[in-house]
């Protein structure tokens, strides 16, 4: 049997993992989108179900000074003696902290900042009880892997933090993972920048502090410089199964077209791990990452998968729904009106890089249709609230209602970093529908109402919302969102959200 990669198609990149007896979780980044840290849980590795968030509060999660792609960066899970430990860095807020909790889906404690600089923490719990905390920093030593002891009580250093690997040569060595097998302390990272040379490589030392002796067949993943429609790949994790053997997962990126460009975001990949006679292990085929592969030797279990409209009855959002940086309280609210998402739109637009009313969720497939129902009567000139396709504040496609020299217009903007286009389609009256057709190519907008003899179409490239244009580290969001310049705003209340994939995705 085999199964089809990604597993958690979308913007989900920097995966962790860990076992608990028969039950796997996995966490990934999310940079400034609020709640952070999704977590998910699985029992084969392949079909995977989302169970909550685990930075659920302003205290857990500050995000009122992050940049574009600033925020959360690459967490790490662990379990140890009845608790879950997730560990990752605010950069843009506090830098490298961790937080634990005794059941995955939360609720998870207050943060516990460890004083030790750099990106993607990890922790070891050593046998001895000794906690291990690395990351990757640039340090008093020069670039690479920093390790020190910390008390997991409190996260205050027991030791002074030092170097421990500076990685085989490959740029920006990253996202370190320590682990001991039979032994031996295991410290595998990834070199190559997150970009088309990604790779991982692997060192070994009896001790944790090192000599760290690097793998004589690194790099032990890469799809560099391959035919392949898996790029990018790396920034892995690794846990052994029920059955002895070991798996790994990593991120990877799916440019749809040449020449190569991604808008999906960096996703979560699952591959088989295979040791070496010399004790090293190899991820994937031969170090690469295929499309299809075969399935780990655990009985499938998959999970009912939600409903394609989201009718906004139930008393809180989804797990699938984000926000842009903390959002202000009384932004959105599914009370005001029941039955729908009523949002309330402030002084900050789409452009301005901090927290407009905005709920918003991944595009995880190349080909879907996504639709809303909106009803808004803009009071004010310039208050809108329409669909968004948001990659940064530079970079979005934009279908909204908005007032214009006291008339209610659909209008169609294009935000391509310095170049803004916004045309105006047409006059309208009551609720309408939000159409988005999304191909590997290209998205198409619509809007349907009874009113309309002809439906208003407009369409624009995918390519110029990758992230090889618009930069940064995140994926795209399809979002709801509103914006008013008045003081009292008016509500834009959204009756139902449709997120339906087609068969035909690549």
């Known amino acids: 049997m085999n199964y089809t990669n990604p597993i958690i198609p979308g913007f989900y990149p920097d995966p962790s993992i860990c076992r608990v007896d028969e039950d796997y979780y996995l966490v990934t980044s999310t940079f400034e989108y609020f709640p952070g840290v999704p977590i998910f849980h699985s029992k084969d590795l392949v079909h995977w179900c989302q169970i909550g968030h685990i930075l659920t509060s302003t205290e857990q999660l500050s995000l009122g000074n992050a940049w574009r792609s600033g925020g959360i960066y690459a967490p790490t899970l662990r379990y140890h003696e009845g608790w879950f430990y997730m560990t990752t860095t605010n950069v843009s807020n506090g830098g490298n902290f961790y937080v634990r909790s005794q059941e995955a889906e939360g609720p998870w404690s207050p943060p516990l900042y460890v004083d030790q600089d750099g990106i993607d923490p990890s922790l070891l719990f050593d046998e001895d009880g000794t906690v291990f905390f690395q990351s990757a920093c640039n340090g008093h030593d020069g670039e690479g892997i920093y390790q020190c002891e910390i008390d997991i009580s409190t996260g205050h250093k027991r030791s002074e933090s030092r170097l421990i690997w500076k990685g085989t040569g490959g740029a920006s060595p990253e996202a370190p993972h320590l682990y001991k097998i039979n032994g031996l302390y295991y410290l595998m990272i990834a070199e190559g920048g997150t970009e088309y040379g990604h790779m991982e490589t692997i060192a070994r030392s009896t001790h944790p502090y090192g000599p760290y002796v690097p793998c004589p067949y690194n790099p032990i993943l890469s799809n560099r410089s391959l035919k392949s429609n898996i790029h990018a790949t790396g920034h892995a994790d690794l846990v052994q199964i029920q059955d002895g053997s ?16 991604h808008h ?99 595009l995880s497939h190349f080909c879907c249709h996504i639709a809303a129902m909106l009803d808004f009567e803009p009071a004010f000139d310039n208050e809108e609230a329409g669909l968004t396709v948001f990659m940064n504040e530079k970079y979005h496609y934009d279908l909204a209602i908005k007032r214009i020299n006291n008339e209610r217009k659909i209008i169609w903007r294009r935000s391509v970093g310095s170049l803004k286009t916004e045309e105006v389609l047409s006059s309208i009256d009551g609720s309408v529908i939000l159409n988005l057709h999304t191909e590997p190519d290209q998205f198409t907008f619509s809007i349907k109402q009874d009113s309309l003899e002809n439906p208003l179409t407009c369409s624009a490239e995918t390519h110029l919302l990758s992230t090889e244009v618009a930069g940064g580290f995140t994926g795209i969001i399809v979002a709801m969102y509103a914006y008013s310049p008045a003081k009292t705003a008016t509500p834009a209340r959204f009756d139902w959200f449709m997120y339906e994939p087609k068969n035909r995705d690549i």
């Open 246 to 261: 070991w798996w790994a997962v990593c991120l990877g990126i799916r440019p749809p077209a040449y020449p190569l460009r």
């Open 264 to 362: 999906l975001g960096r996703e979560t990949f699952l591959a088989p791990v295979t040791w070496t006679t010399d004790g090293w292990p190899i991820i994937g085929e031969n170090g690469q990452l295929l499309p299809v592969m075969t399935r780990p030797n655990l009985p499938e279990v998959s999970w009912i998968s939600p409903p394609p409209i989201d009718h906004f009855d139930q008393p809180a959002l989804g797990l699938e729904w984000i926000c842009l940086r903390n959002p202000d309280p009384g932004s959105f609210s599914l009370h005001e009106s029941p039955g729908y998402l009523t949002l309330r739109g402030n002084s900050v637009s789409l452009d301005d890089g901090q927290n407009p009313a905005f709920v918003g969720r991944r």
